[in-house]
């Protein structure tokens, strides 16, 4: 079985180690991906101007391909990917106007037959999280994690269908799956500052800040991901951006995939992990 | 009668409503509030100023103006509203509207006054003036929505 | 059209013109009393320089080709368009590193594609220019490098895209990248230079020095051909 994946623009560089862990660990799982053939970038942000179509098309270009390999399926993992595909996707089943003018704009006609799935929805609906739970080899036990969805994933609701617009818990089944422990967070669906960074980077610095201290107050480990920009601005700016020095609530930011690949047993270089993240997990358990 | 829309934000040129100008700029109040309902999707007047959206904001510790009031603004119809900084640091979270107890998609109306400003080509994020590092370092998600959301 | 019908009647930037049916648009133009100054390099297809944009009655489609490999058509509205305002990055390619953040530095503006397709629809060399530029933005230089090879600069893209993109110019950013920094080295090519430079050739060329022009000729005629 292998299924249509779209990686993104950010996952062949930047976030290569996002890329890397979900191959593996979905590998690991008996669950293959295969990379669109040709794909360009999704656009990165939901156009909310009812009028703007153009910032629509490239994402429905994607979804359009994907249709044509004839799994049905599409899964991205980088929450941008999926918030932007999941939203055109929605309004393809459920817009006349947008479905109409977006096909003028496409080679081949789309009707949003393709069902866009979040790696976790993957490993949920077709492995199962407590068929997972037998499968963890290396029980991560007394791990406290902090599940970080960030304001992608799971809003608008009516469009994401992820769970509770500011509560989903998918990330925390998956957690517990692992045998680790996901703490009480309620900063999880805030967001870090986003692409504010460029414009405003005290402000980004200043959310991301007030996420690590969340979960610190939490007693959390780690925190874990989906996104690359969550990760880059949570792990990059609150040290001396946000004008507060040296943060005392440094946690380590891994993707999910990576922890769900430690969890495997899978080598640390095939998660694109830094020995230091495994020494601070390790460290943070003892 | 002269009327001068001065949109300045980030060091851009002033639109000026003279003749030129014209139908390129949103010149009234009311006209703006006008286009804001077009663009956004939303009726501002169901709006009842609880202030919930101001107390979700991610960027609310760094705008001059809170949701609420940009809220009020469009009603009232009050054009200085597209020259506040306040709707150049909405980070599209969607918190305001998925708690908003009127039903309003108030990132909608946040998108449309900055999308009034793009359309006429008043922006704040210029690729030029990113630095080199930040450029160089950044994920590419990053520069693609920054852009998308705030350059025209 | 009838067999006999010797002219056609185009509109070059709206201005009409009979010219003979038959022949390119670059020779319709000088038929009609253009002259070429700019806008015209080798009139066989390869340059580049004489991008052209026409529209064909009952169509709004907006049609690209070179003036001198597009033969002119009945009712053609035409312009051409051989240079398209760009700037163009000075750097320094040994220096350069064949990174994401090489392309990000010089042309930032490739993360503004909307994915519009435009550039693909209207690129005369039928090259996946959006593609290239999605390679690009995710830092893909070989795949920039590969699938913008036949670019042959007219900048027909760069007119047509609503980001203000100037696609070549990544394009050819990219093909230096992989060359200079990516590619492998030939092995063959450091081996026959090492050979010329220990003297290996040395007296069969100065056997060819010594030859007279008709032994040249029947040496040259009677040469492998690789098929």
Redesign the interface.
Known sequence: MSIPYFPGCTLHVKAKDLDDSTRAALAALGLELTELPEWTCCGAVFPLAQDNYMGMVAAARILANAAKLGDGRLVTVCSFCYHVLKRVNFAFRNRTEARNKLNEYLEEHYNGEVTLLHPLELIRDDVGFDVLQDRVYRRLKGLKVACYYGCTLSRPAEEMGFGEPENPTIMEELVAALGAEPVGFSWKTKCCGSYQVLNNAALAADRAQAVLEAASRQGAHVIITSCPLCRYNLERLPVGAAGKGESEARLPVLYFTQLLGIALQLPATTLGLDSHYLDALKEARA | MVVTCTVKVAGNTPCTNDAEERGRCVVTGAEMTREVKAISGQNPYLCMQCGLCSASCTGVGFMDLLPRKVMRLVQLGDKKLLENRAIWLCSTCLTCTARCPRGLDVSRVMEALRVINLRKGTEVLAPEGIPEELLTEIPQMALTSGFRKLSS | MTAEKKTVSIYVMGKQSEVPYGVTIMKAMEYAGYRFIRGCGCRGGFCGACGTVYRKPGNFRLKVGLACATMVEDGMHLTQIPFYPANKAVYNLEALEP????L??YY??I???????QCTRICPQEL?V??Y??TA????IEATAHQSFDCIMCGLCASRC?AEIVQYNVGILARRLYGRHIAPRAKHLAERVDEIRAGKFDAELDRLMQMSKEELQKLYNARDIEQ
């Open positions: 990174t994401l953040g090489t990000l530095k930032p503006e993360t503004r594609c909307l994915g519009c397709n996946p959006m593609n530029i999605a933005q995710r830092g893909d609503p």
